[in-house]
């Protein structure tokens, strides 16, 4: 599908593909920033600021998907599938515990997943179905909320709930609106790293040049495969470059 029922005027603007790939860049950014640090000079620290853009941009486009993906079971488990798979690969190879962005994508699909469920129930009016798919969307939140308390996730649980947050309404500029209060959600959770996910705020302006196309090629498998793929050419640059 090509266009989406939200944003069909302004045409003027940046398409899906474009925002992806500028999510992408940044991504890269943060991620050299972070692998690097021990050897970058402090003056780049504006690569991790420019590097918060890249989540919140790759959540709303996550919420994107559930709502114009044939399967939605499918699209969950595909992100599931190759952020566990990834996650293995990095923990045997760094040690580092933290659950990746493909798994917390995962369980927001999940989350959106439940709640669609719900809509339906209600559409038809069956109260007891309803009510059943209430009790399992919000089972379901609570649990993500305590397994972000109980392990390393990336973005905790207000980068899990962003794109709910984002799929529920398609109206243009109320959409942003809760796209905003799920990144503040999302700053807010991240604790310590409060202060520097406050930069996350800056993808709310840039997803005003969101103008509803998705761009001319096809970009459906290209998170999955780009997101391991860099973080495993960083770190293997990193390891000839970095001296203990």
């Known amino acids: 599908m090509e266009k989406t029922v939200a944003f069909h005027e302004p045409k003027w603007g940046l398409s899906g593909n474009a925002l992806k790939i500028l999510a992408a860049f940044c991504m ?21 600021y420019l590097g918060r853009l890249a989540y919140p941009i790759f959540a709303f486009f996550i919420a994107e998907g559930c ?7 499918r699209y969950t488990g595909t992100l599931l599938f190759f952020g566990l798979l990834f996650h293995l690969v990095y923990y045997f190879a760094t040690g580092d515990a933290t659950v990746n962005v493909l798994v917390s994508f995962a369980l927001g699909a999940g989350l959106i997943c ?11 009016k069956k109260p007891l179905y309803s009510f059943v798919a209430l009790l399992l969307f919000g089972g379901y939140a ?8 109980s392990v390393p996730v990336d973005y ?4 899990i709930i962003l794109p709910w947050l984002v799929y529920l309404t398609q109206k243009r500029w109320i959409r942003l609106a809760l796209f905003a209060v ?12 409060a202060d520097l996910e406050t930069w996350a705020l800056c993808a709310v302006p840039v997803m005003t040049l969101y ?3 998705r761009g001319v090629i096809k970009m459906k498998y290209f998170f999955y495969v780009f997101y391991p793929a860099h973080v495993a050419l960083i770190y293997a640059i990193s390891l000839l470059v970095i001296k203990d």
């Open 182 to 193: 799920g990144i503040y959600a999302m700053t807010f959770w991240m604790g310590v790293y």
């Open 156 to 159: 905790s649980f207000g980068g």
């Open 28 to 48: 890269v950014c943060d991620h050299v920033a972070v692998i690097f640090e021990p050897v970058l000079p402090e003056s780049l620290i504006w690569l991790r």
């Open 114 to 124: 439940l709640w669609k469920n719900f809509l339906f129930s209600a559409k038809k």
């Open 67 to 73: 709502r114009y993906t044939r399967d939605l079971a």
């Open 211 to 213: 103008n509803g196309d």
């Open 142 to 149: 609570v649990l993500c909320y305590y397994l972000c308390e």
